[in-house]
């Protein structure tokens, strides 16, 4: 069974940093694109940032971009998400998504990490 | 930036048709997604390339594409549909790979 289990989530000062940690299982990790997606509270989904199964390719939304950095260990079966001089505008719940082979879409989540920025 | 338009809710009696439209200038050369979300849980993947089924979800749920516009087509409706809808797409050019739409609101009455 697909899991992905994001963890690292809570309250952070204006100006602060988190990182953010997605666990997969059952499924051969290193072979999938992987995604960051957040929802502020009450709003719609934003896509936040992509990275290639290896790693060489890397997206960012314009919103999050110099200021977050999405990395992964195929090792370690894991993604991150490290988030430096947060806003209150980046409080939301995260999730870590992964991409149907050979499309664009996001077949699988996490249950989401919340985030709050907040002095 | 690049966007999708979603209608912000749509209403059906249970056992009618339900149709949720996004519309976007690359549609005709990009795929669409659609996700089906539930209050506090995450998101779940209706409808893939446009028209494309994953397997688990019911028959009911459809997608198409005509020009700049998809549509996310629920026949039957059942109270558990009730849920918001997001499309999810890209921009012509690549520079943003994933956008989603504003999402829809899906009432059954």
């Known amino acids: 069974e697909v899991q992905l289990v994001e963890s690292g989530g809570g309250l952070v000062q204006p100006g602060g940093s988190l990182r953010l940690s997605c666990a997969a299982s059952?499924?051969?990790?290193?072979?999938?694109?992987m995604n960051w997606v957040r929802q502020a509270p009450g709003k719609g989904l934003e896509w936040v940032s992509y990275?290639?199964?290896?790693?060489?390719?890397?997206y960012y939304a314009d919103s999050v971009k110099g200021r977050f950095t999405i990395s992964r260990d195929n090792a370690k079966n894991s993604l991150y998400l490290q988030m430096n001089s947060l806003r209150a505008e980046d409080t939301a719940v995260y999730y870590c998504a992964r991409i149907l082979y050979d499309s664009s879409g996001l077949d699988y989540w996490g249950q989401g990490t919340l985030v709050t920025v907040s002095s | 930036s690049y966007e999708l338009t979603q209608p912000p809710s749509v209403s059906v009696s249970p056992g009618q048709t339900a149709r949720i439209t996004c519309s976007g200038d690359a549609l005709p050369k990009q795929y669409a997604y659609w996700y089906q979300q539930k209050p506090g849980q995450a998101p779940v993947l209706v409808i893939y390339k446009d028209s494309e089924r994953p397997s688990g979800i019911p028959e009911r749920f459809s997608g198409s594409s005509s020009g700049t516009t998809v549509t996310l087509t629920i026949s039957g409706v059942q109270a558990e549909d009730e849920a918001d809808y997001y499309c999810q797409s890209a921009d012509s050019s690549g520079t943003y790979p994933r956008v989603f739409g504003g999402g829809t609101k899906l009432t059954v009455l």
């Open positions: 990275i290639s199964s290896s790693g060489s390719t890397i």
């Open positions: 059952g499924f051969t990790f290193s072979s999938y694109e």
